[in-house]
DNA sequence: CAATGTGAAATGATTCACAGCC
DNA sequence: GGCTGTGAATCATTTCACATTG
């Protein structure tokens, strides 16, 4: 369907969608570049190029139709067909993750939740009860599941992610700090938490060096960031 | 000091790290780029690149010294000051982040926990009791905390940023599925899971529709991924 | 005439391939 | 001999600027 879509057009995909529900909640009907890429947070040149890849939906003159581009980007990204997740891994991080309502409201919804550790199999979360990780092959091919979230230790994450494959999931969400080696056919995506710490370190600490340097001269002036 | 270092190298460098504290776990005391590459999931032709632009600390024929490395991509990172972080919006997932040790682990310490809501605030929390948004510059400025991380709702997230800034804090990590406005100068950082899903959604819609398209020709034939 | 869609230019990132060094 | 460091080449992404169109 778009075999080709730059892969960098396909992660801005869901802030467009995310904004254009804004839209619609509000009352519009139709939007120009300028405002759904503020709304966005992207310029608007780069917006229009994005929807390009995707067809000829905007209106010279006029903008793009709200309700008609959702359903072109929801089409795009697979989302007509409702997704199933696998959470394993229900410390701390992974009870937050199965009481987000950031996922059903967006078309996924956590359908299994499993653990190694005997002290959390049984535990009732919401609807779901926690199961061992050894029934997780079974679990993914009757319900259907397609995408795995890893909340593990980094020390059990890589053997979570051969079960997973093992069971037939193709798409990991990885929360562990740690690489994963998976087949080719298999999409891994990685979320760290101290990575976009660390990353924000280093911009603290760049504006911390050269906001000093230049010391003692003009007693006067603004505060003025990069 | 590295004023036009790469933002893909910036990003890179916390794997970097993170491979090499394993790697000085596991006894080793130089590692090749091949080595290093491999650990850190990248391939070695940008793993020297990057490198390349922090100076020249490998040694030809023989490879990195692991330690000497760990120091230097921490000073760049700004890592050997501790940072402290305020952590703002203490429902589900803010619980889970005030309990997450991956921070304390890699040289931040959550220092302080806000919400608005009457009915979170003089929660405990481990060491820390939830205070209420109001305090927030106050805390700021005594516990001296130079990074916010935003866990509300996305309609409270604006505001909250506005009390950052206007705090003095410079770098805000956003968990809210929202854009946020700030003045230049401040920088910001979003992860959003639903994004991740919907991303991860693309490519299992991607690789759904081109399995099928070449039905019934060869019956035999390993399956084979991108 | 306002706003899209898009070639072309500019910028940024990755990969190649090998000279230079230990 | 093995491995780093790096110019040069390739590839990807962003931005510009404007012809085109409803």
């Given at each position: 369907?778009?075999?080709?879509?730059?892969?960098?057009?396909?992660?801005?995909?869901?802030?467009?969608?995310?904004?254009?529900?804004?839209?619609?909640?509000?009352?519009?009907?139709?939007?120009?570049?300028?405002?759904?890429?503020?709304?966005?947070?992207?310029?608007?040149?780069?917006?229009?190029?994005?929807?390009?890849?995707?067809?000829?939906?905007?209106?010279?003159?006029?903008?793009?139709?709200?309700?008609?581009?959702?359903?072109?980007?929801?089409?795009?990204?697979?989302?007509?067909?409702?997704?199933?997740?696998?959470?394993?891994?229900?410390?701390?991080?992974?009870?937050?993750?199965?009481?987000?309502?950031?996922?059903?409201?967006?078309?996924?919804?956590?359908a299994a939740l499993f653990d190694a550790e005997r002290s959390q199999i049984g535990e009732r979360i919401g609807t779901l009860v926690v199961r061992h990780i050894d029934e997780l092959a079974e679990v993914v091919a009757a319900e259907g599941i397609s995408i795995g979230v890893i909340a593990t230790p980094a020390r059990a994450a890589q053997q979570v992610a051969d079960q997973l494959v093992g069971a037939g999931v193709t798409s990991i969400l990885n929360f562990a700090p740690c690489v994963l080696n998976v087949p080719s056919g298999v999409d891994v995506r990685k979320v760290d938490l101290a990575v976009e710490m660390q990353i924000l370190s280093f911009h603290e600490h760049r504006k911390a060096l050269t906001a000093l340097p230049v010391p003692p001269e003009q007693p006067a002036g603004e505060a003025t960031g990069s």
């Open positions: 369907m778009f075999p080709d879509l730059p892969e960098a057009t396909v992660a801005r995909l869901p802030e467009y969608l995310r904004a254009l529900h804004g839209l619609a909640q509000e009352g519009h009907d139709t939007v120009s570049s300028e405002g759904l890429a503020t709304a966005a947070g992207v310029n608007s040149a780069k917006l229009r190029k994005d929807l390009s890849h995707l067809g000829s939906y905007g209106t010279r003159g006029v903008g793009y139709d709200v309700a008609l581009l959702i359903t072109q980007i929801e089409a795009v990204l697979g989302l007509t067909k409702h997704r199933k997740v696998a959470l394993v891994g229900i410390g701390n991080l992974g009870h937050a993750l199965a009481g987000y309502g950031g996922f059903a409201s967006r078309g996924f919804s956590v």
